[in-house]
């Protein structure tokens, strides 16, 4: 049990080599998805809590002015043209995401949820930021559903993330993806964040003290 370097990098690298390990296994047995929200709960909200928040007790917002500055970048962008919505080879193809809302109503399944009928496009101007703020509340609050498939019984056609728009908000905006292309989206947020590392040794080494 090794400690952690820092929980900006070290720790989402390991959740993503835990990822990488297990997915197989975890397909075989119909768990991937699973693993793959189990696994974004903490390799998405732990860093970007730290570097987003101001009042985060680490203080890594204030201390890594580069990273911090990078991810203020990356979220000011638009999602579907970004690096975090493309594929392993870095391509932006056909994609299943979708977001929109007020839903007027989150009683009874998805599929009764007026909305999600015909569900909005995701919008060609919406941010980065949005999208990981939603899915980042999502996470933390539990509000994640799931589409079965209509042509496979029992397999998850898609993933339905839930979160208000702001925090006293009276209703839910929605953001529906396929597992498929969520993975595609942890795995690029994963790349994002190991990008920032040389700069994060280079910023601790530089104040000569420790990031937690």
Known sequence: ???????????????????????????????????????????????????????????NRENLT????????????????SELCQNDQGENDQHSWKYGGPLRTVEGEPRTWPELGEPDAMPQDETVGTVLRHVRNALAHGNIFTYESTTTAGEIQSIIFLSKPKMN??????????????????????????????????????RGGELA
């Open 66 to 81: 580069t990273a911090r500055e990078l991810l203020d970048d990356l979220s000011e962008q638009y999602f579907l043209s």
């Open 169 to 206: 908000a009276p209703q839910f905006n929605y953001l529906i993806v396929s597992p498929t292309d969520f993975h595609k989206f942890l795995r690029s947020w994963f790349r994002f964040l190991k990008h920032l590392e040389p700069d994060i040794s280079r910023e601790v080494t530089t």
């Open 1 to 59: 049990m090794t400690q952690y370097l820092n929980f900006v990098t070290d720790f989402p690298t390991r959740c993503n080599e835990i990822l990488s390990t297990y997915t197989e296994d975890a397909t075989r047995k119909g768990r991937e998805v699973t693993l793959m929200l189990a696994i974004a709960s903490a390799g998405i909200n732990v860093p970007y809590e730290r570097l987003a928040k101001s009042n985060h007790p680490s203080r």
